[in-house]
């Protein structure tokens, strides 16, 4: 006879699985979260004017209508220099646009941030924050802090230090953002 000591230990995350897609896929979502995906009060995200290393301007508003990967590094920092090969590699993985990315790097010379992409992800084109302000306002908890904010221009997820987002959690994870209605 089984008594509680046999039963899969997975069940109740399961079961509670279960009753949140029942509950809308929003919440579903949610429970799905990889290792380190913070989760936020939905905020506005804060004013993200910037120009990018070849002086096009960009400005958070403009992206209204589908999510964001806001992505603060510094090539000094040790766990941004080993993510941002995956940052590079999720950029191609993912449809264009589904998110944005978004590279913010955080008070470094012209000089240093194409140096370093142009060794580690000569695809990708930041946004240089020289003076920091930017940042300043975001508030980052550390380097490399990653915001997803939400077509509606809320702040919905943090992620904190690097990560490999090419693993699979990630991916559908970012896939899933994606495909959420606006």
């Known amino acids: 006879m089984c008594n509680a000591t046999c039963l899969d230990p997975r069940l109740p995350r399961l079961l509670l ?9 929003t919440a579903w979502a949610a429970s799905m979260l990889p290792y380190g995906v913070i989760t936020l009060d939905g905020q506005p995200a804060p004013p993200l004017q910037l120009q990018d290393i070849d002086g096009r301007a960009y400005d958070l508003q403009q992206s209204r209508g589908h999510w964001v990967f806001v992505h603060f590094w510094a090539s000094w920092c040790g766990p941004c220099r080993q993510e941002m090969p ?6 191609k993985q ?14 470094e010379s012209e ?18 924050d ?8 975001w508030q980052p908890r550390g380097l490399p802090s990653t915001f997803l904010v939400d077509p509606q221009g809320k702040l919905r997820y943090l992620v904190l230090g ?10 559908r ?8 209605p606006p």
């Open 173 to 180: 994870f970012i896939q899933t953002l994606a495909a959420t």
């Open 130 to 137: 020289s003076d920091g302000q930017v940042t300043e306002r």
């Open 17 to 25: 699985m279960l009753a949140l897609m029942l509950a809308g896929g």
């Open 162 to 171: 690097g990560r490999d987002w090419t693993t699979p959690d990630y991916l």
């Open 111 to 128: 000089d240093t941030v194409f140096s370093f992409l142009g060794i580690v992800a000569p695809e990708l084109t930041p946004l240089l």
């Open 94 to 107: 993912i449809k264009a646009g589904a998110p944005e990315i978004v590279l913010i790097n955080t008070a």
């Open 86 to 91: 995956t940052v590079a590699k999720l950029a």
